[in-house]
C-alpha cells in the first residue's frame, strides 16, 4: 500500500528565501505525482503534475522534479513571497491495476514572513 | 471553463442527524472521487465513480455514509446518522480519465465542512 510522507511538516521563512518542500513515497510504480496547494477554508489548487515519465515540470516560480527510484519529489519555490503562505500536499497516483487512487501526504504549512 | 462546484460550502449539525453534499464535476469528466480531509491531515479516499459505476468504496464506511452518480454527471455524498468524528471537509474532485494519453490530472472543488456538534 502506497505510503506518501512530507517533511517538514511546518516551514516559516523570509520573504524572498529560495525553499524546498519534500516528499516521499514508497512504492516507485506510480502513474504521475501531483502538487497541490490549499489555503485555509478552501479547496486544492493543482500547481504542477508530473507524468512517470518526466523528471520535473515548472511553471513561474515553481518547479518540482521526480525521481522515482528514490520515492522522492521535491517542490522548490523560488524568491518565495507572503502570498505563497499556505499548506502544499503533494499525492501520488499509482499504476497497480484497479488502484486508481491519489494517495495524499499530510502537507508542509508554510509562512512566509513579510 | 467551470470548475468543480460544490454544495453546501458550510453545514453544522447535531449527531445523529442527516447531512447531504452535493457535486458538479468539470463537463466531460469521467471520474469523481469524494475525500474526507480532516483537520491537519491529507484528504483520504472514499469513493471513485467512473461515469454512473462505482470503481473503489473501500474506505466508504458504509453503515453511515452513502454516495450515487445516477447520470454519470453530478454526486451526492450522504451521512446518516452522522457521528462527532464526522467533522471534516469533504472534496469532491473530478479527473477526464480518457484512457491513453490522459494525465490524470485530479481537479477539486472548494469543499464542504462539516461540524457534528
Known amino acids: 500500500k502506497q505510503e506518501v510522507t512530507q517533511i517538514p511538516a511546518a516551514l516559516s521563512v523570509p520573504e524572498g528565501e529560495n525553499l524546498v518542500l519534500n516528499c516521499s513515497f514508497t512504492?516507485?510504480?506510480?502513474?504521475?505525482l501531483q502538487w497541490f496547494r490549499q489555503d485555509p477554508g478552501k479547496g486544492l489548487t493543482s500547481l504542477l503534475l508530473?507524468?512517470?515519465?518526466?523528471r520535473e515540470q515548472t511553471s513561474g516560480r515553481l518547479n518540482a522534479s521526480l525521481d522515482k527510484s528514490s520515492g522522492r519529489s521535491t517542490l522548490y519555490i523560488a524568491a518565495s513571497q507572503p502570498g505563497d503562505s499556505a499548506t502544499y500536499l503533494c499525492?501520488?497516483?499509482?499504476?497497480?491495476?484497479?488502484?486508481?487512487?491519489?494517495?495524499f501526504g499530510a502537507g508542509t504549512r508554510l509562512t512566509v514572513k513579510p | 471553463e467551470a470548475g468543480v462546484a460544490q454544495s453546501p460550502r458550510y453545514k453544522i449539525i447535531e449527531k445523529r442527524q442527516s447531512v447531504a453534499f452535493w457535486c458538479n464535476p468539470i463537463?466531460?469528466?469521467?471520474?469523481l472521487y469524494w475525500y474526507q480531509q480532516i483537520l491537519g491531515q491529507g484528504p483520504k479516499l472514499l469513493i471513485q465513480?467512473?461515469?454512473?459505476?462505482?470503481?473503489?468504496d473501500s474506505q466508504l464506511p458504509k453503515d453511515r455514509f452513502s454516495a450515487e452518480r445516477l447520470k454519470g454527471v453530478d454526486s451526492t455524498l450522504k451521512i446518516q446518522p452522522a457521528k462527532l468524528e464526522d467533522s471534516a471537509v469533504y472534496l469532491c474532485?473530478?479527473?477526464?480519465?480518457?484512457?491513453?494519453?490522459?494525465?490524470?490530472?485530479?481537479?477539486f472543488g472548494e469543499g464542504s465542512r462539516l461540524t457534528v456538534l
Open positions: 465513480f467512473q461515469n454512473n459505476g462505482v470503481v473503489d
Open positions: 474532485a473530478s479527473s477526464l480519465n480518457s484512457g491513453t494519453g490522459d494525465t490524470g490530472e485530479l481537479f
Open positions: 499525492a501520488v497516483k499509482d499504476i497497480t491495476y484497479g488502484n486508481n487512487d491519489m494517495r
Open positions: 508530473i507524468q512517470s515519465s518526466q
Open positions: 512504492d516507485s510504480a506510480i502513474y504521475n
Open positions: 463537463s466531460g469528466h469521467a471520474t
